[in-house]
């Protein structure tokens, strides 16, 4: 459950949001905070909804979640201690990071918040989207935080949107994100359809089923680009980050060829257990998905147990299965992409219908070139050895490649001084 204390309020102007017009489905709103009893009635029902496992998390989103300052949350930690029975309770708060202060993670690291942290990479391509509300830049407020989140040893992770503004530089944005300490990095593509003719108080972008005439906002990534933006980092990450450096898609794609189901669910087969949780106690089928006709009920008149299990929700999550284009069916990557998220499936099929991934090709020429060194990864895990040594297998393999593009006089590639025919490319030495 993506839970929006503060709805879809933000102190931030980021360019490609796609959550701010939010504001527009509740016309007259003044009071954006979640209200005392929405909270209680939320945190009881969560808990109470996962009676059967011994540890609960809650995820605190919006907007922005901070905006209801640290006293709110110490009330949700007295809340979940309330309820939880002898559960254990874990919270992430995902945060851009322009109000973290000495407060803040004194708070967090008591509570053992883990912090997501939303940066874009270096400073030109941050502040090329995200901007404050005067359109000012803020990557320097948001690495103050990152700063004093690592002072206060506070866990945190890195959430990087990648669009037109940054996907050109694949490996600027990654060592950026690993060198300044960010072990756990999320990528997430911006694909956002815009209403070509705006209408009154009406939302201007669109979901994938809406028929009204649309463009691709320029912010969005491109395909081709996407794809080898993943491949350039994952060539990287394997050879000198397994292990030590973890990024999402590449832990979930792990998941895929060891033959377990995908951890995040735009990789699902269905989807539909990630709903939104708005200040109101309105609930939605997806945080993606805020829409009206996406809108389950109101936690305050029916349970989220019942909103869970509703047939609404069935349909919308068995639909991404269901409504899988002929050629995602016989695609020999669809084990590990199951035509990602129903989101950007808005492209017209070769059968005639519109649930192609607008992130086919990406996903396409990703996941394919991942095969060989994947496998080697699964086979290890399966044998219990560590699938870091997959960075020995990936330098052999560029020895490898090396070797056969050497000639026989040039020096050889593996640093001996010698001249290839004398060293590695000898006739009795195997390449």
Not at 104 to 128: N, Q, T
Not at 151 to 174: I, K
Not at 396 to 408: F, I, P, S
Request: aromatic share 10%; with cysteine; proline share 5%.
């Amino acid at each position: 459950m993506m839970t929006k204390p503060s709805g879809p309020l933000c102190n931030l102007d980021c360019t490609y949001c796609f959550y701010l017009e939010k504001e527009r489905l509740y016309p007259g709103t003044t009071d954006w905070g979640m209200k005392d009893d929405v909270l209680e009635s939320f945190i009881r029902q969560h808990i109470e909804a996962h009676a059967d496992l011994p540890v609960v998390s809650f995820a605190w989103q919006g907007g922005e979640p901070t905006l209801r300052g640290v006293e709110f949350f110490e009330r949700v930690v007295a809340l979940q201690q309330q309820y939880a029975e002898g559960r254990t309770i874990e919270n992430a708060i995902q945060t851009n990071g322009i109000l973290i202060d000495e407060q803040w993670c004194a708070f967090l690291r008591e509570h053992r918040f883990l912090v997501g942290l939303s940066i874009d990479g270096p400073e030109d391509l941050h502040d090329r989207y995200r901007v404050d509300r005067g359109g000012k830049p803020t990557f320097r407020a948001v690495m103050r935080a990152l700063d004093l989140l690592k002072q206060h040893q506070v866990a945190f992770n890195t959430l990087t949107v990648v669009s037109a503004g940054n996907v050109n530089r694949p490996l600027d944005v990654y060592r950026f994100l690993r060198d300044t300490g960010s072990g756990f990095i999320q990528f997430i593509p911006v694909v956002e359809r815009a209403a070509e003719v705006l209408t009154p108080d009406a939302l201007a972008l669109l979901d994938p089923d809406d028929a009204t005439r649309a463009y691709v906002t320029p912010w969005s990534v491109d395909p081709g680009l996407y794809g080898a933006f993943l491949v350039a980092i994952f060539e990287e990450w394997i050879r000198r980050d397994v292990g030590k450096v973890f990024v999402q898609q590449f832990d979930v794609s792990l998941e895929s060829w060891s033959g377990m189901e995908a951890s995040l669910c735009v990789f699902r087969e269905t989807c539909g257990s990630a709903l939104a949780l708005e200040h109101n106690g309105d609930v939605y089928s997806c945080d993606h998905f805020v829409y009206p006709q996406y809108r389950l009920g109101n936690l305050m008149n029916e349970t989220l147990g019942a909103m869970v299990d509703s047939p609404a929700q069935k349909v919308f999550g068995d639909a991404k299965r269901d409504r899988l284009p002929v050629e995602c069916q016989q695609c020999e990557v669809k084990f590990a992409c199951h035509g990602e998220c129903p989101k950007h499936r808005f492209v017209q099929s070769k059968d005639g219908s519109r649930d192609l991934n607008y992130l086919c090709a990406a996903y396409k020429r990703f996941f394919k070139h991942i095969d060989e060194p994947m496998t080697f990864m699964a086979n290890e895990l399966a044998h219990r050895r560590p699938p870091a040594n997959v960075m020995g297998w990936a330098a052999d393999r560029e020895r490898t490649r090396a070797l056969k593009a050497a000639g026989r006089n040039d020096p050889c590639p593996c640093g001996s001084g010698r001249k290839v025919k004398q060293c590695c490319g000898r006739a009795d030495v195997p390449a």
